[in-house]
């Protein structure tokens, strides 16, 4: 008996005049039981109408062997590797692919892999999520609701995408409760006060300028490697941040990438305290390139080592937390330096609107949903703001 050829179709997205990629569709029949056409999609990533009907070619006669799982066969482990290979890896960054694959195998996998897509519910997800409060699946520990959200946020982006390919008619983790900690912890940010003591630690030596930047910019820790000479306007008194410097998908080589989004793009105006020290470490690269020769890693690099090559970040992180211990001063994490300047320049009235874009924030309502004080106006007072704070720390 001959085998009944599998339809399918290929689609411009998002349209023929403005092609990013294709959508290919396979029809497989209907079901028996409720009578629906049975249909399965892919994405492919190409503008080249040929190779997407060379997809279209393979996934037929893939289906056609039998080799491929229909929906309703499909685990959420089988989904899980689908999503992470054709969705995540692609089309984000190597740091972003790692935390879902981080996640998704740590959490997602070991309690809900084995189960079929159709048959996951919100109860489950719901059960499981009050469990991991009290005890997690990897570690025997409680897990804190924020770390709960972000599981549910990679979860739910997944499974929104099994929706979209008609996998499944809902997604299960719409409508969860995670709630908050019974103690929930606050902000842990520096005071005015602390960063004056740090700020008078660290002058003189080459945390002295990173200090400022991260403070004066609200940078993170990314931007903050990955700012470039070329970035800064003297004349204007600007620092651009339009990238990053990041771990890759293997943790081993960091990659300098353009910022995400285009709130994270952003131009600034800084104080003249910092871009004093801008100059300064601009004359000091040109000195260890002259005297490295051969040997200078010619980076580009603002903050960087002696012979100019990069740090790396969790290098950079370590220094950090060196840097706090040698001179007794409290530990926070490094994105402390960011949730602090935000919350002081809230704090002290500078407008939301502005504090939003010195931070990169897409929307008011992220600055506002952590950061919950109120706001003044203009740009250029975030300059002086940072120049009253931070210069009266290096001239006392």
Not at 62 to 68: A, L, S, V
Not at 321 to 335: M, S, W
């Amino acid at each position: 008996m001959a085998v009944k050829a599998i339809k399918g179709s290929v689609r411009p997205r998002p349209n023929k005049k403005d092609v990013r990629y294709y959508s290919i569709t396979l029809e497989l029949g209907k079901d028996k039981i409720t009578g629906k056409r049975k249909r399965v999609s892919f994405r492919c990533e190409t503008t080249d109408r040929a190779e997407a009907d060379a997809m279209l070619i393979l996934k037929q006669a893939e289906y056609m062997k039998g080799d491929m799982l229909m929906p309703s066969d499909m685990t959420v482990e089988q989904f899980m590797e689908e999503y992470l290979r054709d969705y995540v890896k692609p089309l984000n960054s190597p740091a972003t692919y790692r935390d879902y694959k981080t996640t998704i195998d740590r959490y997602v996998i070991p309690v809900f892999g084995k189960i079929k897509l159709q048959n996951l519910t919100q109860a489950h997800i719901q059960r499981t999520y009050n469990q991991w409060k009290v005890k997690s699946n990897a570690s025997g520990n409680p897990l804190k609701a924020e770390t709960i959200k972000h599981i549910n946020r990679i979860f739910k982006a997944g499974l929104n995408v099994a929706v979209e390919l008609e996998y499944i008619k809902n997604n299960p983790t719409k409508g969860v409760r995670i709630g908050k900690d019974a103690n929930v912890d606050t902000l842990d940010v520096y005071t005015v006060e602390e960063i004056h003591e740090l700020q008078k630690a660290v002058r003189g030596t080459d945390m002295e300028l990173p200090v400022a930047l991260l403070f004066d910019c609200v940078l993170r820790r990314g931007e903050l490697l990955g700012l470039q000479f070329s970035d800064i306007d003297f004349k204007t008194k600007t620092v651009t941040i339009q990238h990053s410097f990041v771990e890759s998908a293997d943790s081993k080589s960091p990659v300098l990438k353009d910022c995400k989004t285009e709130s994270s793009h952003r131009k600034l105006v800084v104080s003249d305290y910092t871009m004093a020290l801008l100059r300064r470490q601009k004359s000091i690269y040109m000195r260890n390139k002259m005297k490295y020769g051969e040997d200078f890693c010619n980076s580009n690099r603002v903050v960087c080592q002696e012979n100019g090559r990069p740090y790396l970040p969790k290098s950079f992180t370590r220094k950090w937390a060196r840097t706090l211990e040698k001179h007794g001063l409290r530990h926070i994490k490094l994105h402390g330096t960011r949730h602090s300047a935000i919350s002081l320049l809230l704090s002290e009235g500078v407008p939301v609107h502005i504090v939003q874009q010195r931070a990169g924030h897409q929307d008011p309502s992220i600055t506002l949903s952590v950061y919950s004080h109120v706001a003044k106006d203009n740009e250029n007072l975030v300059a002086n703001k940072w120049d009253d704070i931070l210069s009266t720390a290096v001239n006392e």
